[in-house]
């Protein structure tokens, strides 16, 4: 057996199976409680970047549960697709191997962060049961196991925004979370059944090709819940609101594995636009929603942050405006389908779109871990009550200023690549809108020099007389993130090449997708 | 290397390897300007700057942030007093914010024949 023709099953398996035995270990040792988590996402992490080096050497496989085979996709005697199927192609692995960087960093950092803390063996259980959801929204083929895993990493994300129960704003955030995530769900799952009574089908690939000889009305409506029930999942503007108040709230490990959380729904997002509905709607109306969506979340987002106090509430309102960015490029890609400025420009908007969404989720992890490590020493999160940290943290410092120089999107940082991609091929479909994206991060600059002037400049305080640099372990994590993102930053085309070029030809190819199934 | 350094963009290209070698230069010549200055000057013989008054304590020195962008944030002041009370926290307003999404974009979506 090719451990790799089943690598798609055990990338969820794996942490989700760790995340039950992690309590039972618990009663033992909890330091094997530890290693068996870590375990868990390290070998997660291996067979995702494995996976995504076939993936994209080899192009895109399905995985099916309980047939003879993996690779049967089509039951003997059947025309249309009845059993639960993985389908994975260049953009499911580029968003998989995303969410293995920011969960392997997330417990590396919580075996340090976290261990103050009791009921740990909870805390990694709810970790890697929402690991695993996220892989599995990412690889699912099918709708009903899209809201199946949705509905299991909103569960398993509220328990963990309130996790830290001696704080009533905790437990408030997550009930909040928790009732914005539960109407996403119910408005996602109308869709879903919507879409099955009119198609009679629930697989993907085989409800796209039902679509092309029949849209109607029915899936119209479905697509405005979908388009409004991932909206709100995502955090885009108006949608957002709970977006700060889950990130400030949950402990700051659990804030980065929220940012691949949201980033899978994103995905959802584009996954329903592209490949289930493609070339059937009207893509011009459906680009300028996605447009305005984003636009919304951009500027909403950047000058809420402008106002914020509390450090990872300011982050909160950044990783909403950078969604903008995202929303943005892929939505100018759409409006581009149907003509041939979609090789002029809308491809490459879709690129930095994409591109895009790997450097978010590396430069807002890393704040989230730094604004972790200065909770940890200084026991505060508002930053005029600081001063001077740069003189006791000096390598918090550093990650800091490599992270917020990346996410404003300066050179040669890997935000400022994904960025110029996008502001050049937006400048081409309309100037103005291009115009406003660069301002917006000369927002997000000045955001993030209040932060550092009011936090890490300025003279030492007495009551920070004994803080010092966060402890090893935690620097360790922010020296990974922080490498990576310099490392992106130097070698942009590497990544462009490699990873989000053959992920958006992926997303565009919705006749592929299709074929793997439904030709099989 | 430079094809891995390299994106290429709709009008044209980003090297940051380029970029790094010209900020390195430009470092090394502003190195040699300041090397080529005055050299009585010793670190630590300059005048301590003089804050009116008598000397304060360092701690008091210390110049919160929270205003420092008082000027964009006044002038924007309606659309502060707008967008903040849009995030009061109530979950029933939450919810009306979606379905008032949700309602345009059903109009845009369905009679705009998307």
Redesign the interface.
Known sequence: MNILDNAPILVVAIPLLASFSVMLIEKKSKNLRNIIALLAVTASMVLTLALASDIINNGPKAYVFGAEAYYITLPSGYSFPVRIIFELDAMSAYMATITSILSFAAVVYSLSYMKHYTSLGRYYTLLLILTAAIYGMEFTGDLFNLFVFLEITSIAACALVAFRVDKGTAAEAGFKTMTMYTISALFFLLAVSMLYGEHNALNIAKIASDMKTGYNMIDRIALVLFLTSLALKLGAAPLHTWVPDAYGEAPSPISIILVSNTQASLYALFRICFTLYGLVINTVIIGWVIIFLGLMSMFIGATMALRQRNIKRLIAYTSVSQVGYMLLGVGVGITTLKKTALIDYGMDAIVGGIFHIFNDALCIGLLFLVAGAISYRTGAYYFDEMSGLARRMKYTTTFFIVSAAAIAGLPPFNGFASKLIIYESVYRFNPILSIIAILISIITLANFVIVFHGAFLGPRLKKSEEIREAPDIMVLTMFMLAALIILIGLFPGFIVKNFAQPAADALINQEQYIKLVMDA | ML?????Y????V?D??A??LAMLLTTLLAYLIYYMGEKRCKRGEQTQPFISGNPAE??K??????N??WG??TT?ED??NT??R??N?V?TD??A??I???TV??I???Y???
Not at chain 2, 3 to 7: C, D, L, N
Not at chain 2, 9 to 12: A, I, N, Q, R
Request: aromatic share 22%; proline share 4%.
């Open positions: 094809s891995e350094s390299t994106v963009t709709p009008s044209g980003w940051p390897l970029w790094v360092e701690e020195l210390h110049v919160s942030t929270s420092l962008y964009f944030t924007l659309y502060y967008i903040l849009m995030h926290g979950l939450y919810f914010y979606f008032a999404t949700l974009l059903f845009i979506i369905t705009g024949g998307a």
